[in-house]
């Protein structure tokens, strides 16, 4: 069984200020990884996936995550936050290549952008 | 990218009525659709896999005979809740995918009972 954990449930941060949310996995398989955003009342926009190759990964809207096999981690970052990143952001596995297809989620964090 | 369609996108209806929520993948055909269950402030859990032409693949815990899922076609998945309760108030989302590679999530049914 696969399981993911987001540590922080909540992250504020002042606008232009550079941010990291946590994303820990735990599988007995290899994994792809994703990492997707919620707006309140929207369903999920994949921001960036990690299926192979390069472990660091560029998405959408400047952010970034880096693949950490010995630390089974996934981390996004970006280095400078705009108000409208403020939304609910879940990091998700699915077993790789022919294993489950449907997404394991983390509980998400909540990044709150302050002016 | 790949579109996947939900409707309705909000629902209110009484208890102890059904409801039913369409799944449909408008560019590609999808073999297999996931339904997954979003509480208020709450992360998406699985709910079951629909396999088109054989039956829904439950998770545990979640009652088959409440959740009917029908694929009946390689575009569509339907999510009946039947004789609902103000408890399966909740947020719906399907996604349909080429594969693990990548998934794609509806906009969301939002289900309030009465």
């Known amino acids: 069984a696969q399981s993911v954990t987001q540590l922080d449930s909540q992250v504020p941060v002042f606008e232009e200020a550079p941010v990291e949310l946590r994303c820990n996995y735990s599988s007995s398989v290899s994994v792809y990884l994703f990492w997707y955003v919620q707006y309140p009342n929207q369903g999920l926009q994949l921001l960036l996936k990690?299926?192979?190759?390069?472990?660091l990964v560029k998405g959408i809207n400047g952010f970034e995550a880096e693949f950490n096999k010995s630390q089974t981690s996934f981390h996004l970052r970006k280095p400078s936050v705009h108000i409208s990143d403020t939304a609910e952001y879940f990091c998700a596995v699915s077993e790789n290549p022919t294993g489950r297809r449907a997404l394991t989620f983390g509980s998400g964090t909540r990044l709150q952008v302050q002016p | 990218g790949a579109v996947v369609s939900q409707h309705p996108s909000r629902v209110i209806c009484k208890s102890g009525t059904s409801v039913k929520i369409e799944c449909r993948s408008l560019d590609f055909q999808a073999t297999t659709m996931f339904w997954y269950r979003q509480f208020p402030k709450q992360s998406l859990m699985l709910m079951a896999t629909?396999?088109?032409?054989?039956?829904?693949?439950?998770e545990q815990g979640v009652e088959k005979d409440k959740f009917l899922i029908n694929h009946a076609s390689l575009t569509l998945s339907t999510l009946t809740v039947t004789s609902a309760h103000p408890e399966d108030s909740s947020f719906y989302i399907c996604?349909?995918?080429?594969?693990?590679?990548?998934?794609?999530f509806g906009p969301g049914t939002r289900l309030t009972v009465t």
């Open positions: 629909s396999n088109e032409g054989s039956k829904a693949t439950y």
């Open positions: 990690y299926l192979s190759g390069s472990t």
């Open positions: 996604s349909a995918g080429p594969g693990a590679r990548e998934q794609y």
